[in-house]
T-cell receptor, first 112, second 112 residues
Framework: QKEVEQNSGPLSVPEGAIASLNCTYSDRGSQSFFWYRQYSGKSPELIMFIYSNGDKEDGRFTAQLNKASQYVSLLIRDSQPSDSATYLCAVTYGGSQGNLIFGKGTKLSVKP | EAGVTQFPSHSVIEKGQTVTLRCDPISGHDNLYWYRRVMGKEIKFLLHFVKESKQDESGMPNNRFLAERTGGTYSTLKVQPAELEDSGVYFC??????????FGSGTRLTVV
């Protein structure tokens, strides 16, 4: 059973702080890793994807992947109230044809 | 470009009735996916089309669910007869490069 685990939260951080979201996955065959943001009642929106060990930065967002530890994280720098949402970690096992396996999501709240 | 469109956005039906959900992917996207989120659970994969062919239907819960994608454009997901446990949010997603899917806003199905 392939699983993706996330703390459900809520994770509360003050405006301007760094928010750190974590995700572990069960199967070493995982190939691609995604972070989605979902506002209440809306569709998941892709924030970042990462395939290789290490860090990948895009604006205020940094994804970190450690395949040996089966761990992927998302850092949000200079957090804003508009970042308040549920963040979903997802992995694929089938390469470019892979279907997403999601975690339950971590609810982030950024306090002004 | 227009995003992934799903309708209806909400549907309330009685147990035993039939419901058909529709998804219009982004124009030109060969890959179309159906996912479902049951309350309190993670988003789960149901089915993957490549053009009009079913690439993977391993996530379909049972034979009460039927998905079609005639002509490789829009897709329908029919539930017949609906049961209480079918309630949830049904998401459709499409992609062309097979990464970074774009999700629709979902159909919230309530079976009473």
């Amino acid at each position: 059973q392939k699983e993706v685990e996330q703390n459900s939260g809520p994770l509360s951080v003050p405006e301007g702080a760094i928010a750190s979201l974590n995700c572990t996955y069960s199967d070493r065959g995982s190939q691609s890793f995604f972070w989605y943001r979902q506002y209440s009642g809306k569709s998941p929106e892709l924030i970042m994807f990462i395939y290789s060990n290490g860090d990948k930065e895009d604006g205020r967002f940094t994804a970190q992947l450690n395949k040996a530890s089966q761990y992927v994280s998302l850092l949000i720098r200079d957090s804003q109230p508009s970042d308040s949402a549920t963040y979903l970690c997802a992995v694929t096992y089938g390469g470019s044809q892979g279907n997403l396996i999601f975690g339950k999501g971590t609810k982030l709240s950024v306090k002004p | 470009e227009a995003g992934v469109t799903q309708f209806p956005s909400h549907s309330v039906i009685e147990k035993g009735q039939t419901v058909t959900l529709r998804c219009d992917p982004i124009s030109g996207h060969d890959n179309l996916y159906w996912y479902r989120r049951v309350m309190g659970k993670e988003i789960k994969f149901l089915l993957h089309f490549v053009k009009e062919s079913k690439q993977d239907e391993s996530g379909m819960p049972n034979n009460r669910f039927l998905a079609e994608r005639t002509g490789g454009t829009y897709s329908t997901l029919k539930v017949q007869p609906a049961e209480l446990e079918d309630s949830g949010v049904y998401f459709c997603a499409s992609s062309q490069e097979n990464y970074g899917y774009t999700f629709g806003s979902g159909t919230r199905l309530t079976v009473v």
